[in-house]
């Protein structure tokens, strides 16, 4: 994916290499990987980098790249992060180019966020010379559930160009939600954090005729899932809601037998730290209130995942500026509430200061408020807008760098 670029703007040099981010995110769709290990994925990003002036590493516990490009001249360090996993799901789009491997796919887009950022590469490769400053590219497995920007974080990618990165960038592409090549952002909060929980509730089995000789973990169960709903409303503001959703219940083998024990599995939502922290809290005592009540016990596994993604307000005006100069201001705008979504680039901005950008990529023969969303196994992503990606990665880091310079 070699270009030689001139004078003309970063978004021209894109677009003469859409064809290429177009084959690469075809390779890398076709031959999705689930997880930290993608030997497959790593190898395609490697070989899209070679040949440009990078030093690039790859992780030990887990398949990923790192590439830091130095500028000619010194500044700071802007970090620009793509996620490279698939997901668990069996794709049943006709494209020609749908996954190989039964039961993965590219139902997220990561195929386009990677394709995207070797092609930021290539573009702030070819203006080196004008660099005031040092990039990271940050190519991340494990997004989707294995926390990959924790173990990455470890690894030392936030001060791998020998000192801690000043801003970080990550983008996400939409199959659906709002126009395609539009883009979108929002100070503060932008995505919720994203925990689990599981619930065993274990009773005394018996016959399905004589409850009462019985202690029913189901009807506990039953009633802790109604109480938690009850528990939100009753408890949290809501200007800063909380979403408990029960996504499997298990339990019992025959409609006649009271079995000893059932199992539920929930999805927690949240948008600060302290809502976070109390609805931990509620949820167990919730739970325990009517295992007492009931006379069954239970124990409630409360696994934290990842934290709110929020943006810093001034690196959000940053990326509203700078898409709308470059792109026009028809192409960007703000997010009028948070997404219920959740992202382990939240891990980065923790650390540092920097905004996660959304990206709209329905297809021109779909109608973006209808189309199936992310994680659907019908989710089709718009190749036309892999050029103006990595154009808006490019021109984010370049003209961050810059300012970093000015500020010293």
Not at 2 to 16: E, G, I, N, W
Not at 27 to 38: C, K, N, Q, T, V
Request: proline share 4%; net charge negative; hydrophobic share 40%.
């Amino acid at each position: 994916m070699r270009a030689t670029f001139s004078t003309t703007s970063l978004v021209d040099d894109a677009r003469t290499m859409s064809d290429e981010l177009i084959s690469l995110r075809h390779r890398l769709h076709a031959e999705p990987e689930i997880g930290l290990d993608l030997p497959r994925t790593q190898e395609k990003v490697l070989g899209a980098l070679q040949g440009l002036p990078l030093e690039i590493a790859r992780g030990t516990q887990l398949s990923s790249v790192t590439a830091v490009l130095r500028g000619a001249r010194p500044g700071g360090t802007v970090l620009l992060r793509a996620d490279m996993d698939a997901l668990p799901v069996h794709e049943l789009t006709n494209l020609e180019y749908r996954s190989r491997f039964d039961g993965k796919m590219h139902a997220c887009g990561h195929d386009l966020h990677t394709s995207m950022l070797t092609g930021a590469a290539h573009l702030l490769s070819a203006r080196r010379e004008h660099l005031e400053g040092d990039v990271v590219f940050m190519f991340q497995p494990g997004e989707e559930g294995y926390d990959g920007a924790a173990a990455m974080i470890a690894e030392g990618v936030l001060d791998i160009a020998g000192t801690r990165v000043d801003t970080a960038y990550g983008l996400h592409v939409m199959s659906s939600g709002f126009p395609a090549g539009t883009f979108l952002t929002r100070r503060g909060p932008f995505l919720a954090a994203s925990d689990t929980v599981t619930v065993t509730v274990t009773g005394a089995g018996g016959h399905g005729s004589s409850p009462h000789r019985a202690k029913d973990p189901i009807a506990a169960a039953c009633e802790m899932i109604t109480s938690l709903q009850v528990h939100i409303t009753r408890t949290y503001d809501v200007f800063d809601p909380v979403v408990v959703t029960v996504g499997a219940f298990h339990a019992g083998t025959q409609h006649n037998v009271i079995p000893e024990v059932a199992v539920f599995e929930a999805t927690v939502r949240t948008f600060s730290a302290s809502t976070r922290g109390a609805i931990k809290d509620g949820f167990v005592q919730v739970c325990r209130g009517v295992a007492a009540a009931q006379g069954v016990d239970v124990e409630v596994d409360y696994q934290e995942c990842y934290p709110v993604t929020v943006n810093d307000a001034a690196e959000a005006e940053f990326v509203v500026h700078t898409v709308a100069e470059v792109l026009g201001e028809e192409r960007v705008g703000w997010a009028p509430t948070p997404a219920t979504g959740s992202e382990d680039f939240s891990r980065v901005l923790d650390v540092v200061p920097g905004a996660f950008v959304g990206l709209g990529a329905t297809p021109d023969d779909r109608d973006w408020s209808t189309a199936p969303n992310n994680h659907s196994a019908n989710a089709v992503f718009d190749d036309a807008v892999l050029a103006d990606g990595a154009a808006v990665y490019a021109e984010l880091a370049a003209r961050r760098l810059q300012i970093l310079a000015q500020e010293d």
